[in-house]
C-alpha cells in the first residue's frame, strides 16, 4: 500500500557525487523508516543507509559512512541520499524500501525487514 519511486541516478566521475531521491506514497510517511540499498551486477542487495521516521536517527554501512548522507522531509514524503566522493565500487542500482512496521525480527541492514521497495535507479561511477 506504499508505493516508492527513486530519481537522481545517473553517471558520473569518480570524486563526484549524485544525491539521489525518492518519492512516497500511500500511507503517512513519518509512521515509517526508510532505507536505501544497493545491487551491483552478480551480487547480492547491500544495505546502504536507514533513517527513522522522525529523521532524528541515521545509520549507515561502514563502506559509505561519512561519504552518503540520508535524509528526509516529511512535509514532501521524500527522503534522500546525498552521495559525495563516490567511488567506481559504488556503482549499483540503487534501492530506496520502506520499513513499515520496524520487525524487530531483522535489523534495519537486513532486506527482509523492508515492506515495499522501489524500482530502482542507475548510479554508475567511472575511473
Known amino acids: 500500500q506504499v508505493q516508492l519511486a527513486e530519481s537522481g541516478g545517473g553517471l558520473v566521475q569518480a570524486g563526484g557525487s549524485l544525491r539521489l531521491s525518492c518519492a512516497a506514497s500511500g500511507r503517512t510517511f513519518s509512521s515509517y523508516g526508510m532505507g536505501w540499498f544497493r545491487q551491483a551486477p552478480g551480487k547480492e542487495r547491500e544495505f546502504v543507509a536507514h533513517i527513522r521516521g522522525s529523521g532524528g536517527s541515521t545509520y549507515y554501512a561502514d563502506s559509505v559512512k561519512g561519504r552518503f548522507t540520508i535524509s528526509r522531509d516529511n512535509t514532501k514524503n521524500t527522503v534522500d541520499l546525498q552521495m559525495n566522493s563516490l567511488k567506481p565500487e559504488d556503482t549499483a542500482v540503487y534501492y530506496c524500501?520502506?520499513?513499515?512496521?520496524?520487525?524487530?525480527?531483522?535489523?534495519?541492514?537486513?532486506?527482509?525487514?523492508?515492506?515495499?521497495w522501489g524500482q530502482g535507479t542507475q548510479v554508475t561511477v567511472s575511473s
Open positions: 524500501a520502506a520499513d513499515l512496521y520496524s520487525s524487530g525480527r531483522y535489523s534495519p541492514t537486513n532486506p527482509h525487514r523492508y515492506d515495499a
